[in-house]
């Protein structure tokens, strides 16, 4: 158990909808990192945030925002959802000051749109 | 940006040692990172190289070599439950901050 939460594991959904999904980091860590990972495909960097503020941002569509909220917990929002928007999210948070600085990830959040 | 490259596939025998490769390019360099995925399952942290050379730890060594862009994973006395993805992550200067960006992955297939 990594010590980060997320919910809910699995999603099934219709084109056009709209989910949100939340991620809870490991305590006392300040960065969320979010990832996206299609089948067969690596994991795809969507956005960072640290301690409450946007860091960094990847390929993230228009369609997708995210924040990060002063209990440093953090959720995804995904609108006008496609077909490709199936796949496995993962956040991950990582403490600040840690000299290797690996990522923690949850378990995921399997979202699948029909 | 960043660009990380590795081999998709590879085989392996069980009891064997294998070597996962990765090439990488990025700018202001900070970190690379070895992590093991199962099939639907989360990514786990396996070793971090920062400086050059060579990181052991139990079965799985990992080295690096900044100047080259390049590092290896390098797994011991395999074993069945070995059978996995291998991601190679790199962090790097992104906009003033630092990113970690993943290669695809490498699938391993420990067989008999």
């Known amino acids: 158990d990594s010590g980060v939460t997320q919910t809910p594991k699995h999603l099934i959904t219709a084109t056009g909808q709209r989910v949100t999904l939340r991620c809870s980091p490991r305590?006392?860590?300040?960065?969320v990192y979010w990832y996206q990972q299609s089948l067969d495909q690596g994991l795809q960097f969507l956005i960072q945030?640290?301690?409450?503020?946007?860091?960094a941002k990847g390929n993230i569509l228009e369609r997708f925002s995210a924040q990060q909220f002063p209990d440093l917990h953090s959720e995804l929002n995904l609108s006008s959802l496609e077909l490709g928007d199936s796949a496995l999210y993962f956040c991950?948070?990582?403490?600040?000051?840690?000299?290797?600085?690996?990522?923690?990830f949850g378990e995921g959040s399997r979202l699948t749109v029909l | 940006g960043q660009n990380i490259d590795q081999p998709t596939e590879m085989t392996a025998t069980e009891g064997a040692i294998v070597q996962i490769n990765c090439t990488y390019q990025?700018?202001?360099?900070?970190?690379l990172f070895w992590y093991q995925q199962h099939a639907g399952e989360a990514p786990t942290f396996l070793s971090y190289n920062v400086l050059d050379g060579l990181e052991e730890k139990g079965r799985f060594s990992s080295f690096l070599s900044r100047s080259k862009g390049y590092s290896y994973l390098l797994l011991k006395e395999l074993q069945m439950k070995d059978s996995a993805s291998y991601l190679c992550a790199v962090r790097g200067d992104s906009g003033g901050y630092q990113k970690v960006t993943f290669g695809i992955g490498t699938k391993l297939q420990v067989i008999p």
């Open positions: 990025t700018s202001g360099f900070n970190g």
């Open positions: 305590s006392g860590d300040l960065s």
């Open positions: 945030y640290y301690n409450g503020e946007e860091r």
């Open positions: 991950a948070s990582s403490p600040a000051g840690q000299p290797t600085g690996e990522l923690f």
